[in-house]
């Protein structure tokens, strides 16, 4: 996952993005960046690391301008270097930044083109890259000296046929403003917001998430539709046009499991209120299984699980505990780069009150369970606090199929639950009961007020890839590249954002700012 913002405003917008990718920093934690424009120069600072590790304060003060986009980054594979660290740029037509989230699964094949027919070159291993470069291409051939609403729309509207997979995308245009525009099955969130700047002028925002609107005073107006484009020139003025000829709504519903904060609305669904049912069904599955259950609390293994697990305890009947204490200053396992190091930061990140645990009959709830590194871990970990037996529910099914849409989800030879029965994963993780959420449950849980989703995207569970182009032979490839031997080891945590240097050549060019 990654986190995407863009602003156009009557005043600097460097603060606002900042903050708003610091309430998306949970989508990606590997790198962060930033870029502006004003006076037909853009400006730029990326890095890996944290928001507040890569932006200083010499940064902020030269990231001046009333439009810029911004992203927070983990990688899903290829390398960690700051050079892959996003926005991207490339300066023809007109100068071009990009920002994206999401998967494209035709990556190869559309590289392989753009340097063979369209004459261009990607330098770097990201597929955002790619996409920028199609989108600039597609612009170009068009030839305008001026790009209108027009151009721009055919330009997405080309993105679309060319390109496969899932996408949420905020585009700048040198002096003309920013475009924002999802995949023609919605799969990657994306929603604008407003509010009144100076003089009147209407001031927008567009964001992975509605809470990174809420928090800069924004209000949300909706979600792109899919396929759609949203386009805001430099005076506030926005345009939209649905882009793609036969779109469809089909959001990623991992979002709603994992991903997402629970404060935010997603294509018109509260994720707070998808967790809370998550974790009333899942009770009733209990109930079901084993009516004269011994359970004697429920334990969230925070954060994501906490919605679930109470209201998973209030159906039962029987006490809700916070039973381990976090360590916010590290970062989610989930997307941390290495086996050997997830297992380390489970340790570092969580540690157990005794008192909660000793002597009781404990279930411990999780949104989901993936590697089961951090399950095993986790569940190890009770037991040495003193609990008499240990059960572990997860908020979702079985994750037995790799993800092709911008999830971090590893080679199905790492997932735990690939060719294994719900009792073998139990027994691996060293459970004395292992509850997994249906996926008709699941999905009954997040289908809410909106009528347009026409369904969720479920590869994960299911194996079915709603785009219809993956096959053995792709996810042979993905393999190779996931595989934790070859994934880049480079943590947030090893990084050295910061510099003694303080150069007045630190402000930009082609590569970054790098001090």
Same mark, same amino acid.
């Given at each position: 996952m990654c986190g995407i913002v863009g602003?156009?405003?009557?005043?600097?917008?460097?603060?606002?993005?900042?903050?708003?990718?610091? @309430?998306?920093?949970?989508? *990606?934690?590997?790198?962060?960046?930033? &870029?502006?424009?004003?006076?037909?120069?853009? /400006?730029l600072r990326k890095d890996n690391g944290l928001v507040r590790d890569v932006f200083h304060t010499r940064h902020m003060r030269r990231l001046v301008g009333n439009v810029g986009i911004g992203h927070v980054r983990y990688p899903t594979a290829g390398s960690a270097s700051s050079? #892959?660290?996003?926005? /991207?740029? @490339?300066?023809?037509?007109?100068?071009?930044? $990009?920002?994206?989230?999401?998967?494209?699964?035709?990556?190869? #094949?559309?590289?392989?083109?753009?340097?063979?027919?369209? $004459?261009?070159?990607?330098? +770097?291993n990201s597929d955002s890259e790619v996409l920028l470069n199609v989108f600039a291409h597609e612009l170009q051939k068009l030839g305008k000296l001026n790009p209108t609403k027009d151009e721009i729309f055919a330009a997405v509207r080309a993105v679309h046929q060319?390109?496969? *997979?899932?996408?949420?995308?905020?585009?700048?245009?040198?002096?003309?403003?920013?475009?924002? /525009?999802?995949?023609?099955?919605?799969?990657?969130?994306?929603?604008? *917001?407003?509010?009144d700047g100076e003089n009147g002028q209407k001031e927008y925002m567009i964001a992975s998430e509605s809470v990174a609107l809420n928090a800069a005073g924004f209000t949300l107006v909706r979600d792109i539709e899919p396929g759609e484009a949203v386009y805001?020139?430099?005076?506030? +003025? $926005?345009?939209?046009?649905?882009?793609?000829? =036969?779109?469809k709504l089909y959001p990623c519903i991992f979002e709603h499991v994992y991903f997402a904060r629970p404060d935010s609305i997603m294509d018109g669904v509260s994720v707070y209120k998808a967790r809370l049912r998550m974790g009333e069904v899942l009770a009733d599955k209990v109930l079901r299984e084993r009516p004269d259950h011994d359970i004697d609390v429920v334990i969230p293994i925070p954060d994501t699980s906490r919605t679930s697990a109470m209201q998973m305890a209030y159906q039962l009947g029987v006490k809700y505990r916070e039973g381990f204490i976090k360590n916010r200053y590290i970062g989610r396992t989930f997307i941390m780069p290495g086996q050997k190091m997830r297992k380390k930061s489970v340790r570092q990140k969580l540690n157990p009150i005794d008192l909660e645990f000793r002597g009781k009959n404990v279930m411990l709830?999780?949104?989901?369970?993936?590697?089961?590194?951090?399950?095993?871990?986790?569940?190890?970990?009770?037991?040495?606090?003193?609990?008499?037996? &240990?059960? /572990?529910?997860?908020?979702?099914?079985?994750?037995?199929?790799?993800?092709?849409?911008?999830?971090?989800?590893?080679?199905?030879?790492?997932?735990?639950?690939?060719?294994?029965?719900?009792? #073998?994963?139990?027994?691996?993780?060293?459970?004395?009961? $292992?509850?997994?959420?249906?996926?008709?449950?699941?999905? =009954?849980? &997040?289908?809410? &007020?909106? #009528?347009?989703?026409? *369904?969720?995207?479920?590869?994960?569970?299911?194996?079915?890839?709603?785009?219809?182009?993956?096959?053995?032979?792709?996810?042979?490839?993905?393999?190779?590249?996931?595989?934790?031997?070859?994934?880049? +080891?480079?943590?947030?945590?090893?990084?050295?954002?910061?510099?003694?240097s303080d150069s007045d050549n630190d402000n930009i060019d082609l590569h970054n700012d790098e001090d």
């Open positions: 602003i156009v405003s009557t005043s600097n917008v460097n603060q606002m993005l900042y903050d708003a990718l610091t @309430v998306l920093q949970h989508r *990606g934690q590997d790198a962060a960046g930033i &870029v502006t424009f004003q006076d037909d120069r853009f /400006f050079a #892959e660290a996003q926005p /991207f740029y @490339v300066n023809s037509p007109y100068g071009i930044t $990009l920002a994206h989230n999401g998967n494209l699964t035709n990556a190869d #094949e559309l590289s392989s083109d753009l340097f063979r027919t369209d $004459l261009r070159h990607i330098n +770097t060319r390109c496969r *997979g899932a996408y949420g995308v905020i585009a700048m245009i040198t002096g003309y403003g920013i475009v924002g /525009f999802r995949d023609p099955n919605g799969i990657r969130p994306a929603c604008y *917001g407003v509010r805001i020139e430099t005076d506030g +003025t $926005l345009y939209s046009e649905q882009c793609a000829e =036969s779109p709830v999780d949104d989901s369970i993936v590697r089961g590194t951090t399950c095993k871990e986790i569940v190890q970990m009770a037991r040495d606090a003193g609990a008499r037996n &240990v059960y /572990f529910a997860s908020a979702a099914p079985p994750v037995r199929y790799p993800n092709v849409y911008g999830i971090d989800m590893p080679s199905a030879s790492e997932l735990i639950a690939h060719d294994r029965t719900v009792e #073998e994963v139990g027994e691996l993780i060293g459970t004395d009961w $292992l509850v997994y959420q249906e996926l008709d449950d699941l999905i =009954s849980c &997040v289908n809410d &007020v909106n #009528e347009a989703i026409d *369904g969720w995207e479920c590869s994960v569970f299911s194996g079915n890839y709603i785009t219809g182009d993956i096959d053995k032979d792709y996810l042979t490839r993905l393999e190779n590249r996931r595989k934790d031997s070859s994934t880049a +080891t480079t943590s947030v945590t090893d990084v050295d954002s910061d510099s003694d």
